[in-house]
C-alpha cells in the first residue's frame, strides 16, 4: 500500500470519528430548534383564545377584535360586566390586566379572582363584589389606557382592593420575536421601557385610589410543562418577576404575590388543555396563595373594620 493511500485511510478515519462526536450535539441543536419553533407556535396560537377555550370559558359571541395598534390584543367586552352589586358589598374588588386576571382557561369563568371572592365570603361572612377588566391578550400599553376610561376609573376609585396580572404578554413578545435566538440583551433593551410602563400604570391606579391595597400577580413560565429544555425563558420569567416585584413594591400598600413555584414544583398537572393557562385547580391554588398573602398583611381584616 502506498504511503498516499496510507494518508487517505487515516484522513477519513479522522474525519469519521469527528463526523461521529458531531452528531449528537447537531441532533441535539436540530431537536432543540423544533422545540423552539414548537414553542413560538404555541405562543402565536394562545394570543387569542381558539374555539375550545372561547367555549368553555367565556361569552363565546362576546369576543370582538380591537384594532388599537398599540395594543395588540383580543378584547371579550364580557369582562368589564359587574359580577355582583357593588353597592351593597362588604368588599368591593376589582380586577386589572391580562388572561391571568380574566380566568382563560377556568372551565367555571371564575379564574383566581372569582374563586378568591367566593373563598373570602365563606371565611369571612362578608359580601364581595367583582368588577373584572382584565383582558386576554392585554400588554401594559393598552392597560395604562383603559385606565382613563370613565367606567374603569369610577370603579378603581371605589375598589377596596385591586388585584392586577400584567407583564406576561409584554415578555411574551420579546420571546416570540427572538425565540430562535433567546438572548438576555433583548429583554434588558425592553426592560428599562416596560419599568417606565408600569411605573406609569402604578401611578395612575394612586391617582384615582390612593388607599386600596393592591395584589400583583407575579409570572410563572407558560411553557415550563411542554418545553422543560429550553431552560432560557426560564429564566428570563423569574428576572421579569423580579422587575415587576421591585417597581411595584416601591408603593408601599402594594404586595407582590408570587405563582412561580406553584406551576414549577406541584406534581399535579395545573395547566389547561392549551398547555398555556391554568386550569380549575391552578386557579384554586392561585386564589388560596392570595388568599395566604391577604391574611398575611391583615388586608380583608382592616377592611372589615374599616
Same mark, same amino acid.
Given at each position: 500500500?502506498?504511503?498516499?493511500?496510507?494518508?487517505?485511510?487515516?484522513?477519513?478515519?479522522?474525519?469519521?470519528?469527528?463526523?461521529?462526536?458531531?452528531?449528537?450535539?447537531?441532533d441535539?441543536?436540530?431537536?432543540?430548534?423544533?422545540?423552539?419553533?414548537?414553542?413560538a407556535?404555541?405562543?402565536?396560537?394562545?394570543?387569542?383564545?381558539?374555539?375550545?377555550?372561547?367555549?368553555?370559558?367565556?361569552e363565546?359571541?362576546?369576543?370582538k377584535?380591537?384594532?388599537?395598534e398599540?395594543?395588540?390584543?383580543?378584547?371579550?367586552?364580557g369582562?368589564?360586566?359587574?359580577?355582583?352589586?357593588?353597592?351593597?358589598?362588604?368588599?368591593?374588588?376589582?380586577?386589572?390586566?391580562?388572561?391571568?386576571?380574566?380566568g382563560?382557561?377556568?372551565?367555571?369563568?371564575?379564574?383566581?379572582?372569582?374563586r378568591?371572592?367566593?373563598?373570602?365570603?365563606?371565611?369571612?361572612?362578608?359580601?364581595v363584589?367583582?368588577?373584572?377588566?382584565?383582558?386576554?391578550?392585554?400588554?401594559?400599553?393598552?392597560?395604562?389606557?383603559?385606565?382613563?376610561?370613565?367606567?374603569?376609573?369610577?370603579?378603581?376609585?371605589?375598589?377596596?382592593?385591586i388585584l392586577?396580572?400584567?407583564?406576561? !404578554?409584554?415578555l411574551?413578545?420579546? /420571546?416570540? %420575536?427572538? &425565540?430562535?435566538?433567546?438572548?438576555?440583551?433583548? +429583554?434588558?433593551?425592553? *426592560?428599562?421601557?416596560?419599568?417606565?410602563?408600569?411605573?406609569?400604570?402604578?401611578?395612575?391606579?394612586?391617582?384615582?385610589?390612593?388607599?386600596?391595597?393592591?395584589?400583583?400577580?407575579?409570572?410563572?413560565?407558560?411553557l415550563?410543562?411542554?418545553?422543560?429544555?429550553?431552560?432560557?425563558?426560564?429564566?428570563?420569567?423569574q428576572?421579569?418577576?423580579?422587575?415587576?416585584?421591585?417597581?411595584?413594591?416601591?408603593?408601599? !400598600?402594594t404586595?407582590?404575590?408570587? /405563582?412561580? %413555584?406553584? &406551576?414549577?414544583?406541584?406534581?399535579?398537572?395545573? +395547566?389547561?388543555?392549551? *398547555?398555556?393557562?391554568?386550569?380549575?385547580?391552578?386557579?384554586?391554588?392561585?386564589?388560596?396563595?392570595?388568599?395566604y398573602?391577604?391574611?398575611?398583611?391583615?388586608?380583608?381584616?382592616?377592611?372589615?373594620?374599616?
Amino acid at each position: 500500500m502506498s504511503k498516499k493511500n496510507i494518508w487517505l485511510i487515516v484522513f477519513l478515519a479522522f474525519a469519521g470519528v469527528i463526523l461521529l462526536s458531531i452528531k449528537p450535539i447537531m441532533d441535539h441543536r436540530s431537536q432543540r430548534l423544533n422545540e423552539l419553533k414548537q414553542a413560538a407556535s404555541m405562543m402565536v396560537v394562545n394570543e387569542v383564545p381558539n374555539e375550545t377555550v372561547i367555549s368553555s370559558i367565556a361569552e363565546k359571541n362576546d369576543i370582538k377584535e380591537d384594532l388599537d395598534e398599540n395594543a395588540e390584543e383580543k378584547v371579550d367586552e364580557g369582562s368589564k360586566k359587574e359580577n355582583t352589586s357593588t353597592e351593597e358589598a362588604d368588599i368591593k374588588m376589582v380586577g386589572l390586566g391580562d388572561s391571568l386576571t380574566k380566568g382563560s382557561g377556568d372551565s367555571t369563568g371564575k379564574g383566581y379572582i372569582g374563586r378568591l371572592s367566593t373563598n373570602i365570603e365563606q371565611d369571612t361572612g362578608s359580601s364581595v363584589s367583582v368588577q373584572n377588566y382584565a383582558v386576554h391578550g392585554r400588554r401594559t400599553p393598552k392597560l395604562y389606557k383603559i385606565l382613563f376610561e370613565d367606567d374603569v376609573e369610577k370603579s378603581v376609585s371605589e375598589a377596596d382592593v385591586i388585584l392586577m396580572s400584567i407583564g406576561g !404578554n409584554d415578555l411574551m413578545k420579546v /420571546v416570540k %420575536e427572538h &425565540f430562535l435566538d433567546l438572548q438576555m440583551a433583548d +429583554f434588558q433593551r425592553e *426592560q428599562s421601557d416596560y419599568v417606565d410602563r408600569l411605573d406609569k400604570i402604578m401611578k395612575r391606579i394612586r391617582s384615582l385610589n390612593s388607599d386600596a391595597p393592591i395584589i400583583f400577580i407575579g409570572l410563572y413560565n407558560p411553557l415550563l410543562e411542554s418545553f422543560q429544555s429550553i431552560t432560557e425563558i426560564d429564566q428570563i420569567v423569574q428576572r421579569w418577576n423580579g422587575i415587576n416585584q421591585s417597581t411595584v413594591e416601591k408603593d408601599e !400598600n402594594t404586595t407582590f404575590v408570587p /405563582v412561580y %413555584e406553584l &406551576f414549577n414544583s406541584v406534581d399535579e398537572n395545573l +395547566f389547561f388543555e392549551d *398547555q398555556f393557562h391554568p386550569n380549575d385547580d391552578g386557579y384554586e391554588l392561585m386564589a388560596r396563595q392570595i388568599q395566604y398573602h391577604l391574611n398575611q398583611d391583615d388586608i380583608i381584616d382592616d377592611i372589615q373594620v374599616e
